[in-house]
């Protein structure tokens, strides 16, 4: 195991070399050469981005989310009510506290329909 973590080591030092080399033009020329073989054969891929597709998918996306926005609004607007008193508690413990309760809520009446039911 610690042999191939030594063969590990000295492969990737040996890339980092090779890299650092290439980019500083520091290579010697066989080995420049090679490198450069090498590259000229990787497959080069561009993405083509169909610009229209996107920009109507961007829109559909934009009524979608606006139409989330103004049904949460109507939800969470008559659901959520703020309690003033606690002042010192942050938004999130609120809405954390509000989480649990409406979980336990849900807890409470699946159980009460269960347990009611013939």
Known sequence: MKLFRYVFVVLILGVVGLVI???TNTLPSQV???VDSVATRLPKT????????LASQAAQLTERGSQ?????TKVLGAAVTVDESQENSSLTDR???YGRYLYCKQ???DWETRTSAP
Do not use: P, S
Not at 46 to 53: N, R
Not at 68 to 72: A, D, P, T
């Open 68 to 72: 989330v926005l103004e049904q949460g």
């Open 95 to 97: 809405a954390l506290n």
């Open 21 to 23: 080399g290439y980019k």
């Open 107 to 109: 807890v409470v009446e």
């Open 46 to 53: 561009q993405v083509a981005i169909d610009q229209a597709l």
């Open 32 to 34: 420049k050469q090679a």
